[in-house]
């Protein structure tokens, strides 16, 4: 079954402070996601990523294909960073092209 | 511009009774996803569209889900004799086309509540 593993699942981390989290697959993806999802349910693109390395502002997104890892790292985090961060992927699977395989999100606290 | 737009914001409807949840894609988008996000989960694949046909629908969980994008733009997720089960946030997103390397814009879904 392709799966999508995300830790941690909630995050609790002082204004400042530096964030990691992670997501890992089971088989080779053509493209990797890191959504923010606010309270209220509204989901936003963060990255589109299928090799290296992007950066946004504070946000820093990296992939290993090999490891099938990726991580969404926050520099200087602030409570605005307050949500629910989600990996999604689509599977090379020969399956339909469409859609994505979420990972359960990582719920993200940051404490003034 | 415009993103996806998702009509009603809320539902709130009776077991058993038949509901009607409307996406309006980005303009010119030719592919249309549907999401199903029940509480504390993240969102799980109902249904994708390219153009006008349903090029995927593997993620409806039953007969009673039923999605229409009869002009390639507007599309609507039918569900029939719902179930309490059912109450979640349904979420639409679109993309340029259904390349996988194509980024999917959401919108803000509508919460459905079944009593």
């Known amino acids: 079954k392709n799966e999508v593993e995300q830790s941690p699942q909630n995050l609790t981390a002082q204004e400042g402070e530096f964030i990691t989290i992670n997501c890992s697959y089971s088989v080779g993806i053509s493209a990797l996601h890191w959504l923010q999802q606010h309270p209220g349910g509204g989901i936003v693109s963060l990255f589109m990523?299928?090799?290296g390395k992007k950066k946004h502002g504070r946000l820093i997104a990296t992939i290993n294909i090999q490891e099938k890892h990726s991580s969404l790292h926050i520099t200087a985090s602030h409570p605005r960073d307050s949500a629910v961060y989600i990996c999604a992927v689509r599977y090379m699977d020969g399956g339909s092209q469409g859609n994505l395989i979420f990972g359960k999100g990582t719920k993200l606290s940051v404490k003034p | 511009g415009a993103g996806v737009s998702q009509t009603p914001s809320n539902k709130v409807t009776e077991k058993g009774k038949y509901v009607e949840l409307r996406c309006d894609p980005i303009s010119g988008h030719t592919a249309l996803y549907w999401y199903r996000q029940s509480l504390g989960q993240g969102p799980e694949f109902l249904i994708y569209?390219?153009?006008?046909?349903?090029?995927?629908d593997s993620g409806l969980p039953n007969d009673r889900f039923f999605a229409v994008r009869p002009e390639g733009s507007v599309s609507t997720l039918k569900i029939q004799r719902t179930e309490r089960g059912d109450s979640a946030v349904y979420l639409c997103a679109s993309s340029p086309s259904g390349n996988s390397y194509n980024e999917q814009f959401f919108g803000p879904g509508t919460r459905l509540t079944v009593l």
């Open positions: 990523l299928s090799s």
């Open positions: 569209f390219q153009g006008t046909g349903a090029a995927d």
